[in-house]
């Protein structure tokens, strides 16, 4: 069964700092492009940061840019999301999703496609 979790999420004060994870199983992500979108309570969920299946392209939203760093470990067959910076307009919930390896890093995170899998999600929340 294919399957992406996500996990690292939890409650942090504005300017600190999260590392999130979305670990497979059931297949490798070498093949996949994979983004990390986020949903803030009655909006709609955005991609964040996507990159591609080898680590050499990657994509940021413009509200994000210089706080967040995507990137993966093919051998853990884990993508992760470094967050320095955080600010309570980062409060959602993370999701991660795997998209075929020709779908680019940018292209994924522009909009999102029925056809990605999906994690669950993990609650990120930044407040004081």
């Known amino acids: 069964q294919l399957q992406l979790v996500e996990s690292g999420g939890g409650l942090v004060q504005p300017g600190g700092s999260l590392r999130l994870s979305c670990a497979a199983s059931g297949f490798t992500l070498d093949y996949y492009t994979i983004g990390w979108f986020r949903q803030a309570p009655g909006k709609e969920r955005e991609g964040v940061s996507c990159i591609s299946s080898s680590g050499g392209s990657t994509n940021y939203a413009d509200s994000v840019k210089g706080r967040f760093t995507i990137s993966r470990d093919n051998a853990r067959n884990t993508v992760y999301l470094r967050m320095n910076s955080l600010k309570p307009e980062d409060t959602a919930v993370y999701y991660c999703?795997?998209?075929?390896?020709?779908?680019?890093?940018?292209?994924?995170?522009?909009?999102?496609?029925?056809?990605?899998?999906w994690g669950q999600g993990t609650q990120v929340t930044v407040s004081s």
């Open positions: 999703a795997a998209a075929g390896l020709l779908t680019t890093a940018q292209d994924m995170c522009a909009q999102e496609q029925s056809s990605y899998y």
